[in-house]
């Protein structure tokens, strides 16, 4: 599967942005998926995944309450609304899907393909 991401941009703290990231290929919906950023001078870092089925997610403890991670099967696309938004959540925001496992590993040397990666920058 092929995956691009896109949406990011520059906002000011506490406005909101929605990620996306579009699937090629097959069977995306068979694919575990996930958030991951990395922050400028940082590791890459798990923001939030969810079942293949979009019945459950995960979220890292940053971003809880403030992010929600989606996916629609039907269009290939899985999601990120982010709200509230803080200085702190600027990075590189990537997509990544994993076959298998399971759907809350926070651990991205378990995922076999990544997007490309979009911006988000927040001002204070």
């Known amino acids: 599967v092929q995956l691009q991401a896109f949406g990011g941009g520059l906002v000011q703290a506490g406005d909101s942005l929605r990620l996306s990231c579009a699937a090629s290929g097959r069977a995306f919906s068979s694919y575990n998926m996930g958030w991951f950023r990395q922050p400028p001078g940082q590791e890459r870092e798990f923001v939030a995944t969810?079942?293949?089925?979009?019945?459950?997610?995960n979220y890292a403890d940053s971003v809880k309450g403030r992010f929600t991670i989606s996916r629609d099967n039907a269009k290939n696309t899985l999601y990120l609304q982010m709200n509230s938004l803080k200085p702190e959540d600027t990075a590189v925001y990537y997509c990544a899907a994993r076959s298998g496992g399971a759907y809350y590993d926070t651990a991205e040397w378990n995922y076999d393909y990544w997007g490309q990666g979009t911006q988000v920058t927040v001002s204070s």
């Open positions: 969810i079942r293949w089925n979009g019945g459950y997610g």
